[in-house]
């Protein structure tokens, strides 16, 4: 399987920041990227499809960049609504499998 | 508006079997496959797998073949997840979520269902 790992499990920042959360796969897998919202709720919302295509209706303060095997999703001035768990999860090889998850508070 | 109503938590014995359930609406159900995914507590998300609702194909991570068996009632436009042999392993949040045909993203995601195997 295609190990998915987000070094940064947890991440402060303070409202207006611009954060970015990691993610590196165990091998390339050519862009068959997303990333998912987890809410403290748990209510789970796509967010970024295809490494950098942004889900409709997400605000475009979000934004997915990368490739082969380092991938990354960015925050540009955060919001109070966007303090949740972030995750991001490969397609590029079945079984199709996600990262840690990166948990991101405010300061 | 597209929603994914789960089924209500579970409280369940070991060694029984669990179904819960997820009713889509607000879109075609024969047009989305319905995908299953597990959350043990404080832990991440790992794929179970997916059904075709058009004719009931199913796909399973080879780690919960055998565990889990996927199902749809396309007349009331629900899924269904059995879980067998249950342990305390299986105690977590299990989310359906639908992805359009040819997509390869989890696009709307139900709000879960709790499951607790406790004796």
Known sequence: ?107 | EVQLQQSGPELVKPGASVKMSCKASGYTFTDYYMKWVKQSHGKSLEWIGDINPNNGDTFYNQKFKGKATLTVDKSSSTAYMQLNSLTSEDSAVYYCANAYYGNYYFDYWGQGTTLTVSS
């Open chain 1, 1 to 107: 399987d295609i190990q998915m790992t987000q070094t940064t499990s947890s991440l402060s920042a303070s409202l207006g920041d611009r954060v970015t959360i990691s993610c590196s796969a165990s091998q390339g897998i050519s862009n068959y990227l997303n990333w998912y919202q987890q809410k403290p709720d748990g209510t789970v919302k796509l967010l970024i499809y295809y490494t950098s295509s942004l889900h409709s209706g997400v605000p475009s303060r979000f934004s997915g960049s990368g490739s082969g095997t380092d991938y990354s999703l960015t925050i540009s001035n955060l919001e109070p609504e966007d303090i949740a768990t972030y995750y991001c999860q490969q397609y590029s090889k079945l079984p199709w499998t996600f990262g840690g998850g990166t948990k991101l508070e405010i300061k």
